[in-house]
């Protein structure tokens, strides 16, 4: 028997007012004020567990990229590492910047303790401190030729970016 299809109707009240108090409110505690201020410094304490845990998968993936024989299991695996050897290294990096930060801030607390007026670095001063620290950091490591050659390429494909590219000649 063929079964016939019936239209959805569904009767819509004018005269109904739609209420928020229905609605189920959700909160985000990351940009709602009832969660309070976020402390960096708290954060980093109570979440530093973390990080010991990820040291430790990252132990078990590197015995499991050992073992897999698997192309695509190994690709992946590959990959998951290079996310968290890169989140590392931007943690370690946002760690050195908030050290030169707060050693900034520690000498001027201390000037302005003695009388002068406070100074705030700019952007721009704190940058090149930063620089700074990554060279000595070089240094130590005896890899300077390395790093400055590096860095010389990198400006140098900067610099070239707003050039024009080469164009093909018509002979005919």
């Given amino acids: 028997m063929r ?21 189920e409110v959700r909160r985000d505690p ?12 708290l954060f980093r304490k109570t ?12 132990k078990e993936l590197q015995k499991a990229l050992q ?14 590492l290079k996310s968290m050897a890169d989140r ?15 050693e900034h801030r520690k000498e001027e607390r201390e000037r302005v303790a003695e009388g002068k007026k406070p100074f705030f670095l700019k952007k721009s001063a ?18 300077i030729d390395q790093a400055i050659g590096t860095r010389r390429k990198h400006t140098a494909t900067k610099g070239r970016r707003g050039l024009p590219s080469r164009r093909e000649h018509d002979d005919a």
């Fill in 67 to 80: 073992k897999t024989k698997s192309h695509e299991h190994r690709e992946r695996i590959q990959s998951a």
């Fill in 3 to 23: 079964r016939l299809s019936i239209a959805l109707v569904v009767k819509y009240n004018r005269f109904f007012v739609f209420s928020l108090m229905w609605l």
């Fill in 126 to 143: 704190e940058k090149k401190i930063e620089l700074l620290h990554k060279y000595e950091e070089v240094q130590k490591t005896g890899r």
């Fill in 30 to 41: 990351r940009f709602d004020d009832l969660s309070g201020k976020l402390n960096p410094d």
């Fill in 47 to 58: 979440y530093d567990f973390l990080a010991e845990r990820r040291a430790q998968d990252q």
């Fill in 88 to 102: 590392e290294r931007s943690e370690q990096q946002q760690e050195s910047t908030r050290q030169i930060r707060a």
